[in-house]
């Protein structure tokens, strides 16, 4: 079975500083994943994505992903951390249910804090 | 309206009302999803829908009832809930294609509806 461990359900990092946002999977075949953000009072949003190929991906709002197979990791990182990145962000890995349907495993989410 | 939208945003209700929940996406997908967002536990997967067949049902108890009469539209019938089913449920729509696995798709979701049970 697929799970996601995302470390620290809280950071906190100063305006300018480098985000780094921490996810483990596991997974019993080669994963697609993904990171979310959530705004409040809002639902998530794709922020970048992981499948096949170049093992960097590079999302939206300068945010960015290494996919480390040998570390079973994923982490997010954006170099400048800005006031308008405070958010919750959710780390996710898909897979096959049960049932048939190709289905998104998530993490227990991260609340970003961005220190003025 | 643009992507996925959720009625109403807000919703308290008694142990014995009935209420019902709406989405409605304007993408053009092919299956919808009712998650539910409780605090310091990950999304959980409650219904899936493709081509307006429910295809997944993650052990939800029967005081959920889900229903979606058309691809664009998904319910989620409420009755005789108890205060632990207080949350945020969101609404996902994609776009199913055949292929397998190799074809996923990313999920659009929508604001969510803040359910709270007394």
């Known amino acids: 079975a697929q799970s996601v461990t995302q470390l620290g359900s809280h950071v906190s990092v100063s305006e300018g500083a480098l985000v780094l946002l921490r996810c483990n999977y596991s997974?019993?075949?080669?994963?697609?994943l993904f990171w979310y953000v959530q705004y409040p009072n809002q639902g998530l949003q794709l922020l970048l994505k992981?499948?096949?190929?170049?093992?960097l991906v590079k999302g939206i709002n300068g945010f960015e992903a290494e996919f480390k197979k040998s570390e079973t990791s994923f982490h997010l990182t954006k170099p400048s951390a800005h006031m308008s990145d405070a958010a919750e962000y959710f780390c996710?890995?898909?897979?096959?249910?049960?049932?048939?349907?190709?289905?998104?495993?998530f993490g227990t989410g991260t609340r970003l804090t961005i220190i003025p | 309206e643009t992507g996925v939208t959720q009625t109403p945003r807000h919703l308290v209700m008694g142990m014995t009302n009935k209420k019902s929940l709406k989405c409605e996406q304007h993408l053009g997908h092919n299956a919808m999803y009712w998650y539910k967002q409780s605090a310091k536990k990950p999304l959980e997967l409650m219904f899936v829908?493709?081509?307006?067949?429910?295809?997944e049902n993650n052990s939800v108890p029967s005081r959920f009832s889900p229903e979606c009469p058309n691809s664009s539209h998904l319910f989620l019938h409420l009755h005789t809930l108890q205060p632990e089913d207080s949350a945020l449920y969101l609404c996902a729509s994609s776009l199913m294609t055949s292929g397998g696995f190799s074809s996923y798709n990313e999920q659009f979701f929508g604001p969510g509806t803040r359910l709270t049970v007394l």
């Open positions: 829908y493709n081509f307006k067949e429910q295809t």
């Open positions: 997974s019993s075949v080669p994963p697609y």
């Open positions: 992981y499948t096949t190929g170049a093992t």
């Open positions: 996710a890995v898909s897979s096959l249910s049960n049932f048939g349907n190709e289905k998104l495993t």
